[in-house]
């Protein structure tokens, strides 16, 4: 069988007007339950809907719109995140394999000038990409917070 991911409005209309449920309660019920529920006239409990009925609050419908929302408001924020990873974590990683390189008398091996790439030193490449990537994570955690 398919699961409901939510209640039709004659099933909504049936449990309001005929059954006496509240629609502050519908927007929490289980969706999967709402037409068992109206289709075997089950009235509203009197102490209120069981907890097993309800969904949780981070998953009702005004709590994933409110995310929604909030995601929707910067929505570049990841994909930076994710950006200054791999900028911060390529400088990093790069630098400490220069540095055990140099270490271990690798032939070739030196932290400023030897080890080069189209003119520039590959370590000083290295530690800029790890300020590059610390630099645009920090701004992007400072400016877009939720």
Do not use: H
């Amino acid at each position: 069988g398919t699961t409901a991911l939510f209640i039709n409005q004659q099933t909504k209309r049936v449990l309001i007007e005929e059954l006496g449920y509240k629609r502050a309660e519908l927007e929490r019920l289980k969706p999967e339950l709402a037409l068992p529920i109206a289709s075997k006239r089950i009235s509203r409990p009197q102490e209120g809907l069981p907890e097993e009925w309800l969904l949780r609050e981070d998953e009702t419908a005004s709590a994933m719109v409110a995310k929604l929302e909030k995601e929707q408001q910067y929505p570049l924020k990841f994909p930076l995140l994710g950006v200054s990873l791999i900028l911060f974590g390529k400088g990093i990683s790069d630098a400490l394999i220069t540095a055990i390189k140099v270490y271990i008398g690798f032939p070739g091996a030196d932290l400023l000038v030897k080890e080069t790439f189209m003119g520039l030193s590959v370590l000083g490449i290295d530690l800029v990409c790890v300020a590059i990537g610390a630099a645009l994570g920090s701004w992007t955690l400072k400016t877009m917070k939720d």
